[in-house]
């Protein structure tokens, strides 16, 4: 079956860290674009960040410089390390395939359960 | 960044009735655009990818239309597993930015 399962999501204190991860099953995350949307409480869908097949990475403006993105291929395993939080980055967090349906029209088409994460002291 | 937006904010509908949603984007995507149902507490669902392909499994009740900057989600009998937030999000460039939401409940 394919399927994203999130974990490491909690409580961290604003400046503080947290490390999510999204173990995948029924598919290979090297070969495919890895992403991580979040959804603050009550909020819509914000884009995070991309990991390209390739190795390439992209950020939200929101988080570039203390997010980054990476991948464990032995593991078949996607992180979202995050650093110097805020409490806006409050949300639960998904993980999320971008499949390329074809001529580079992609899509989220396979998403985890979501974790979530709360910055607060 | 592409802005997305979406109207209306929020619509009553009916078992049956024909559902219209519409989103706009802040400059031309081509048929980049893809739909997204979401209920709550759960991960959204893809619906539709590249305008008006509807994804493996989704009913055909779902529609999508456009080009350019504006585009149509139609629901062409609502049913009562239809009631959701949906959203457009476009996949022409980073940030792959989504449109507000428009929640559809029963009237």
């Known amino acids: 079956e394919v399927q994203l399962v999130e974990s490491g999501g909690g409580l961290v204190q604003p400046g503080g860290s947290l490390r999510l991860s999204c173990a995948a099953s029924g598919f290979t995350v090297s070969s495919n674009y890895m992403n991580w949307v979040r959804q603050a409480p009550g909020k819509g869908l914000e884009w995070v960040s991309i990991l390209y097949s390739g190795g390439n990475t992209y950020y939200a403006d929101s988080v570039k410089g203390r997010f980054t993105i990476s991948r464990d291929n032995s593991k078949n395993t996607v992180y979202l390390q995050m650093n110097s939080v805020r409490a806006e980055d409050t949300a639960v967090y998904y993980c999320a395939r971008k499949q390329d349906f074809y001529r580079n029209h992609d899509a989220f088409d396979i998403w985890g359960q979501g974790t979530m994460v709360t910055v607060s002291s | 960044d592409i802005q997305m937006t979406q109207s209306p904010f929020s619509l009553s509908a009916s078992v049956g009735d024909r559902v219209t949603i519409t989103c706009r984007a802040s400059q031309s995507i081509t048929q980049y655009l893809n739909w997204y149902q979401q209920k709550a507490g759960k991960a959204p669902k893809l619906l539709i990818y590249a305008a008006s392909t509807l994804h493996t499994g989704v009913p055909s009740r779902f529609s999508g239309s456009g080009s350019g900057t504006d585009f149509t989600l139609t629901i062409s009998s609502l049913q009562s597993e239809d009631f959701a937030t949906y959203y457009c999000?476009?996949?022409?460039?980073?940030?792959?930015?989504f449109g507000p939401g428009t929640k559809v409940d029963i009237k």
């Open positions: 999000q476009q996949s022409y460039s980073t940030p792959f930015t």
